[in-house]
């Protein structure tokens, strides 16, 4: 079964602590003051996200519940960009703060970047 272009099925995130400490220790950085993101390429043909959202940085589960949603649309609307990668999102302390439009557009310029980075 094909899975739809919107689609965020389990294949496309990062679940084990492996793959998680793969990405920390060898992947490529793009960061500002909402977000780090760190990419890793897999060997896979669609990437996969990682989240890593602490509550040091967004005191309340609302936020923190937000902005994964914030970062998980975004991955899903740039996923054939992201093909190939394993990334994580490190939220920081102004993401918390920041408005929607503003992490969208922040992780839309990461998505980019990271995207160039690795393609060379």
Partial sequence: MPISEGAFPRSRRLLKPDEFRRVFSEGRRSSDRFFLVLAYPNQCVHGRLGL??????CRKAVDRNRIKRIIRESFRLNQTQLAGL???????HG?????NRVCLNSLQH?????A?????
């Fill in 116 to 120: 160039e980075q690795c393609a060379k």
């Fill in 52 to 57: 890593a959202v602490a509550k040091k940085h």
């Fill in 86 to 92: 394993d990334l994580v999102v490190v939220a920081r």
């Fill in 110 to 114: 990461h998505w980019h970047r990271i």
């Fill in 95 to 99: 993401a918390a703060r920041a408005d």
